[in-house]
């Protein structure tokens, strides 16, 4: 029953391989100064509160106004 059945086309013949382009450079300096850029916002963002704390393990830094005894009111 071969009649009742369509012939397969042949198969299109396949294009040649063109080469890849060049990839780009990882050393740009476009790259190298985002870069910079991301590591100076994260440095800068790591203060926190450790800026505000004024005490170190030894005490507070600052013995000048901690000895100084004060009368409230008068």
Known sequence: ??????????????????????????????RAEAAKAKRDKIRAGRTGRSATILTTAQGLEDDETSTKKYLLGG
């Not at 029953?1 to 476009?30: C, H, N, R």
């Open 1 to 30: 029953m071969g009649f009742l059945m369509p012939k397969v086309p042949a198969m299109p013949s396949i294009p040649p391989v063109q080469p890849l382009p060049e990839p780009p450079s990882y050393e740009d300096t476009d």
